[in-house]
Structure formats: structure tokens, C-alpha cells
């Protein structure tokens, strides 16, 4: 069983940075592909970005292409999310999520962590 545990949430003025961490307990984080996703207040939850388990593919919504960059350091059973140039419309819990391999159903979830950017 994996179990993701989110960190690096907070309060950024827009333009501002955050990196968001996911470090997941199990001895099979290195073989998920792994992906952010993101929920704002009254919407749906949305895709944000994803990785393959080497980090070699990767995949990105397009509202945050050029600004986000996902990674992973397998052996810190830990995969990032580095935002640059925040908007208020980044505003959002995000989560973080492994799937047994690319292109697959996301199974383990995290608990969530806050972003919130001020205008």
C-alpha cells in the first residue's frame, strides 16, 4: 500500500514561487507514475501534471505549461511540483497521486495541501 503525504502549501502574492513535495510510504513509489491534480472552491478536481515512474515523460495541463515543472527523486520516495509565476487562479487544494503505470487509473491519493495566491 502507498500512501502519498503532500507538503509545501501556503499563501504567495501572484508571480510568487511554492514547490509542493509528495513523499509516499511503500516500497513500490518507484514504479508509479505519478501526478498532481488540483481543486479549486465549486469546481471539479483537474489534472495538473504527471510523470512516468523514471521521469522521463511527462505531462502537463496546458494553463500551467511553462510555469509548473513536476520531477522525482525515487530514492527519497518523493515527487515535486515546482510552480513559478503564480496567479490567483493557481488558488486551489492540491493533491498528489500514484498510478500503477502510465496512462493507468490513479489509486493512491493524498490528503490534499492548501495553495493560495493573493492578487
Known amino acids: 500500500q502507498v500512501q502519498p503525504v503532500e507538503s509545501g502549501g501556503g499563501l504567495v502574492q501572484a508571480g510568487g514561487s511554492l514547490r509542493l513535495a509528495c513523499t509516499a510510504s511503500g516500497r513500490t513509489f518507484s514504479r508509479l507514475a505519478m501526478g498532481w491534480f488540483r481543486q479549486a472552491p465549486g469546481k471539479e478536481r483537474e489534472f495538473v501534471a504527471a510523470?512516468?515512474?523514471?521521469?522521463?515523460?511527462?505531462d502537463y495541463a496546458d494553463s500551467v505549461k511553462g510555469r509548473f515543472t513536476i520531477s522525482r527523486d525515487n530514492a527519497k520516495n518523493t515527487v515535486y511540483l515546482q510552480m513559478n509565476s503564480l496567479k490567483p487562479e493557481d488558488t486551489a487544494v492540491y493533491y498528489c497521486a500514484g498510478a500503477p503505470t502510465w496512462g493507468r487509473e490513479y489509486v493512491f491519493w493524498g490528503q490534499g495541501t492548501q495553495v493560495t495566491v493573493s492578487s
Open positions: 510523470l512516468t515512474w523514471s521521469g522521463s515523460t511527462t
